[in-house]
């Protein structure tokens, strides 16, 4: 069963509407690639890390007050970090 948004579209194929994409493999293959490399960078990464003990300590507190996991916290950090919300100076 179609909706009417789809109903639509089966319309306008019947009328000619719609002409075929020139080079449409390459265009799927490219679409699939884009798409693999999207997912690839939604995905988590394990890391070794190395962090002095008492500021591993106070991270662990600031989580436990927000009643979230440490990992989840120091992820939000580093994220807001490499979007520009936060800069460090060295």
Do not use: C, H
Not at 19 to 24: G, K
Not at 27 to 43: C, G, I, S, V
Not at 54 to 63: E, F, M, N, V
């Amino acid at each position: 069963m179609l909706d009417d948004y789809e109903k639509e579209i089966e319309t306008s194929i019947a009328r000619g509407e719609w002409q075929p994409v020139e080079n449409s493999e390459e265009m799927k293959k490219m679409f699939q690639e884009a798409a693999k490399r999207y997912t690839q960078l939604q995905q988590s990464q394990k890391i070794t890390l190395r962090i002095n003990q008492g500021d591993l300590i106070r991270l662990k507190a600031k989580a436990n007050k927000k009643n979230i996991p440490y990992q989840t916290l120091l992820n939000a950090l580093i994220r807001d970090y490499v979007t520009g919300v936060y800069s460090i100076k060295l």
